[in-house]
């Protein structure tokens, strides 16, 4: 059974920085693409970054030069890096992997 496990979120001031992870389970995970999405109220989930399991990144146009995703195969997690966080990334970020779910993780971005 596929486990996806988000944490990190929380309230942040507009500037600030947060890193979510996501902590994988039942995959072998180092051969696995992986990505985070996000949904703010009212709005489609969106695509924020992906990261295949060879290295190669993709990422919104709206998270370029502030986002990173990485990974930790040996400890089968997939990190987001969040800087420069602005009120409009405000939203629930989401682990992906397939067809596979995170419960999601509440990230605020307000003063």
């Known amino acids: 059974q596929v486990q996806l496990v988000e944490s990190g979120g929380g309230l942040v001031q507009p500037g600030g920085s947060l890193r979510l992870s996501c902590a994988a389970s039942?995959?072998?995970?180092?051969?696995?693409?992986m990505a985070w999405y996000r949904q703010a109220p009212g709005k489609e989930r969106e695509l924020v970054a992906s990261l295949t399991w060879s290295g190669r990144t993709v990422y919104a146009d709206s998270v370029k030069g502030r986002f990173t995703i990485s990974r930790d195969n040996a400890k089968t997690t997939v990190y987001l890096q969040m800087m420069s966080l602005k009120p409009e990334d405000t939203a629930v970020y989401y682990c992906n992997n397939a067809h596979h779910w995170g419960q999601g993780t509440q990230v605020t971005v307000s003063s």
């Open positions: 039942g995959i072998i995970f180092s051969i696995n693409d």
